[in-house]
């Protein structure tokens, strides 16, 4: 199983980025997917999920509103469009899989792992 995020960089404040983290050797379909990330000095941190069968969604309090989650099945890929970005959103960015269709949050639940992509947002 492969998970590959892409679409990191560097951003002003109150720009917009999309991740985008592609899926191999997993039937993609019946994996909820989630988003957590990890700034320096910090523990992993649930970001957003989105669950397998209808689509359903669940984020942070503190990208609500801010940050969407999607995912095309055809194409095996998640997707985190986050817009009004924040220095405080800057971290490492990781996606992750797990065979279940409930919301965890906790980062233990999921199985498979993205080795990360770097977001930095500056003041």
């Known amino acids: 199983v492969q998970l590959v995020e892409s679409g990191g960089g560097l951003v002003q404040a109150g720009g917009s980025l999309r991740l985008s983290c592609a899926a191999s050797?997993?039937?993609?379909?019946?994996?909820?997917m989630g988003w957590f990330r990890q700034a320096p000095g910090k523990g992993r941190e649930f970001v957003a999920l989105?669950?397998?069968?209808?689509?359903?969604?669940y984020y942070t309090d503190s990208v609500k509103g801010r940050f969407t989650i999607s995912r095309d099945n055809a194409k095996n890929t998640v997707f985190l469009q986050m817009n009004s970005l924040k220095p405080e959103d800057t971290a490492v960015y990781y996606c992750?899989?797990?065979?279940?269709?409930?919301?965890?949050?906790?980062?233990?639940?999921?199985?498979?792992w993205g080795q990360g992509t770097q977001v930095t947002v500056s003041s």
């Open positions: 989105i669950a397998w069968n209808v689509g359903s969604t």
């Open positions: 992750a899989a797990g065979p279940f269709n409930v919301y965890y949050t906790e980062s233990t639940k999921y199985t498979y």
């Open positions: 050797g997993l039937t993609f379909s019946t994996y909820t």
